[in-house]
């Protein structure tokens, strides 16, 4: 971590750039990695303070303060390319090349811990967000690549328990961040996971980037799973809580897909993928196993299943400023698949999803996050659709207030709100409500007879990536508290 220190003059619409001292030039091709330490000789409070890294990337900071007090700012890890020659990458962190805009600005000084300054008595307030951002920083510490290792918590639901994960990329992840564009690039993701409850998860990806410079990726993927607790409720908006059962879910899929960028914010993708799904008796003993409550007859695929063959395309334009934590922009995709049933010519069916998110930015760097989900699926006379490939509602990212898989039908129509606002420069906080049904007929699919849950959210995340998200939620049926790794959306 490089020392950086300076001063800005008391003239507002100052650019100032700080560099090492000990450095000498700074490299504008290259990132910025600093933190830096402000002694306030005055009270102060900077509601537009803008970091202008050498790559373009904007990040806005709220800064309050006391004469005396003392504020960390976390620069953005960045890696860039020459323009000239983007077949090279910037080999060493850059010794510092950034700027700060300050408006209506006083005099203040920028430096480290033993700068000027008499630091005042902290408030149990600012001990709080301390611990608040010690907690971070341990989160981060954790999350982060080291040599290319990292922990990967896998993609289970909600209630796997605790999840212990590690994930490994051969190729330094940081070292191409700043050339996407990089022809013939390879990327090589491995990655396995298991939680208390006996969940786990394995999984290979490889990803060939820019073949030979057009805007093509040829992405390859193998994925194998144990979900041994999955929640079956029944089927419909009429399914009673108090039939609350469990299965086991064994799956492995191999598949590859092609992606293709035409324009800028487009992307247009097409796959196959080999499914062979296994079904089981539950493992968690406070509930039934779902045979044991549900006629076996009843449930589409329970005492047969059949190896899939799934075929898709997809289109999607996104124009969000940055997809891991947007705050303006929107994103519109949609996906159709189709699986055909390769052993039982049984279960032959369509399945559509539709996804519209929208980001409103409102002052003091708070959004509002808007999102339409619509999932739909068809099959022809003599075929059924799987119950365990049903559309469901519940869990961390759908209808959070109820149980996962709390609702499954042929059709799920999903709308949800939040406001965002920042409330700690490594917390943010949520209010949300979800609204959404299942149907067994689209003609169902309206905005009548909604089940509702809202609730609160705190995330936590680094200057990189979310590192934890905690949502209470509540509906009908009580408070549900959600531990997860990943934005809803």
């Not at 983007?86 to 010794?95: G, H, V």
């Not at 290319?148 to 191409?176: H, I, K, M, Q, S």
């Not at 006996?198 to 979900?227: C, H, M, W």
């Amino acid at each position: 971590m490089h020392k950086l220190s300076t001063a800005v003059p008391q003239s507002s619409g100052v650019l100032h750039r700080l560099r090492d001292p000990q450095a000498g030039t700074p490299d504008p091709q290259a990132g910025a990695l600093a933190r830096l330490v402000i002694v306030a000789p005055a009270p102060l409070r900077y509601e537009n303070l803008r970091i202008i890294p050498a790559a373009p990337r904007n990040r806005r900071h709220q800064l309050r303060g006391t004469p005396g007090s003392r504020i960390n700012i976390e620069m953005w890890t960045l890696k860039a390319c020459s323009e000239t020659n983007r077949a090279k990458l910037s080999p060493y962190w850059a010794k510092c090349f950034t700027a700060l805009w300050l408006f209506t600005a006083p005099s203040v000084a920028l430096g480290f811990a033993q700068g000027t300054g008499e630091p005042q008595e902290e408030s149990p307030a600012e001990g709080a967000l301390e611990k608040i951002e010690k907690a971070t920083r341990f989160l981060g510490n954790i999350t982060r690549s080291w040599k290319g290792v990292r922990f990967a918590p896998g993609d289970f639901p909600a209630g796997a328990g605790f999840v212990y994960g590690v994930g490994y990329t051969p190729f330094e992840p940081d070292a191409l961040a700043g050339d996407v564009e990089l022809p013939n690039r390879a990327d090589v993701d491995l990655m396995a996971s298991y939680s208390t409850r006996q969940y786990y998860q394995v999984g290979f990806d490889l990803i060939l980037r820019t073949l030979s410079g057009v805007p093509l990726n040829l992405a390859f993927q193998v994925k194998a799973n144990e979900f041994p607790q999955e929640d079956f409720f029944g089927f419909g908006p009429a399914s009673r809580e108090q039939d609350r059962t469990n299965y086991l879910m064994r799956s492995l899929e191999v598949g590859a897909e092609l992606q293709f960028r035409p324009f800028k914010r487009w992307s247009v993708a097409g796959g196959m993928t080999h499914l062979s799904p296994r079904i089981g008796s539950g493992r968690d003993d406070r509930f039934l196993s779902t045979e044991e409550l549900f006629d076996e007859t009843t449930l589409p695929g329970f005492q047969r299943q059949p190896d899939f063959w799934r075929y898709y395309g997809s289109l999607r334009y996104d124009y969000r400023d940055q997809p891991s934590n947007p705050r303006v922009g929107g994103f519109y995709g949609g996906r159709l698949s189709s699986y055909r049933d390769r052993d039982l010519d049984t279960f032959h069916f369509r399945h559509f999803e539709g996804d519209l998110q929208q980001f409103v930015p409102l002052p003091k760097r708070s959004v509002i996050a808007l999102r339409i989900n619509l999932v739909m699926t068809d099959f022809s006379t003599g075929n059924a659709v799987p119950f365990y490939y049903m559309p469901t509602l519940g869990g961390g990212e759908k209808l959070r207030g109820f149980r996962e898989f709390r609702f499954r039908d042929l059709n799920s129509l999903l709308l949800t709100a939040e406001y965002r606002w920042q409330a700690w420069p490594s917390l943010n906080m949520t209010l949300f409500v979800d609204a959404g049904k299942v149907t067994f007929d689209h003609a169902d699919l309206h905005f009548k007879n909604l089940e509702t849950t809202y609730g609160i959210g705190f995330r936590f995340h680094s200057p990189e990536a979310l590192l934890l998200r905690l949502d209470l939620a509540f509906s009908r049926e009580g408070v549900i508290p959600l531990f997860r790794y990943s934005h809803v959306f």
